[in-house]
Structures are given as C-alpha cells and as structure tokens.
C-alpha cells in the first residue's frame, strides 16, 4: 500500500529552482546557521567532519549560484553578504569555502565571472539530471 507519492518536477516543489530563489532570503539563512552549526559543534569523528564540511560547501554554492542565476541587484548583494558573513564568522573556515573549486566558481569576478558559473552550473545540472 502506498501511504506516500512524491510526484517530481511540480511547479510548486520547493526544491525547484524557480521557487528557491523566490525564498533565496530564507536559503540564506539556512546557510548561515548550518555555518554557525558547523563552528559551535565540536565534532572528533573525522569522517562526519568533512561530511560536514564538503554538505556546507555544496549549501554556500547552491545559495551563491541561484543568487547568480536571478540576476538581481538585491540577490548578488545577498550572495556578498553571504560571503562577507562567513568570512566575519570565522576566516578559517571561509578561506576554506572560498578557496575550494566550487568556491572559486560561484565567486568569479564580474558579469562575466558570473555567466560562466553559470554556463557551468547548467553542464553540471545536466550530468546530474538535477533541477
């Protein structure tokens, strides 16, 4: 019996990428937090560690590149304030973000920086049949 359908590719899913960067503000602020979360906890498990970071850093890129991909004054400056934010929480932990292959992706300089992001976002999405 089938007690649950999840139906893929509605419009109004919140994982499609139209209704995420609608609610680009509150993906923010999840990223923030998981950052935040990521400093507080003193996790020794080296394995879930870097789980931690590398599902951090996919966060800040997906939050970056819909940022990008909205095109709008008002996102590009949230995606600055993201940058600038975890930079403030802790320059280690920025520098690592920053410094990794998606984090020099999402963060090419100017219009054309931000157009092969995402050219490149949209390859990726296509070898990964993400939405």
């Not at 800040?60 to 995606?79: N, P, Q, R, Y």
Request: proline content about 1%.
């Amino acid at each position: 019996v089938d007690f649950y359908r999840y139906f893929i590719g509605r419009d109004d899913q919140s994982v499609n990428e139209k209704v995420m960067i609608r609610r680009l503000d509150q993906q923010m602020r999840v990223n923030r937090i998981m950052a935040e979360s990521f400093l507080k906890r003193e996790v020794t498990n080296v394995y879930l560690k870097k789980y931690m970071f590398n599902y951090l850093s996919i966060i800040t890129t997906v939050s970056s590149i819909l940022a990008i991909k909205s095109g709008t004054e008002e996102h590009l400056h949230m995606k600055k304030q993201l940058w600038t934010d975890l930079k403030g929480m802790d320059k280690s932990l920025y520098r690592r973000l920053r410094f990794t292959v998606l984090g020099i992706g999402v963060n090419l300089p100017g219009s054309v920086g931000r157009k092969l992001a995402v050219v490149v976002y949209k390859i990726v999405q296509k070898i990964y049949g993400f939405n």
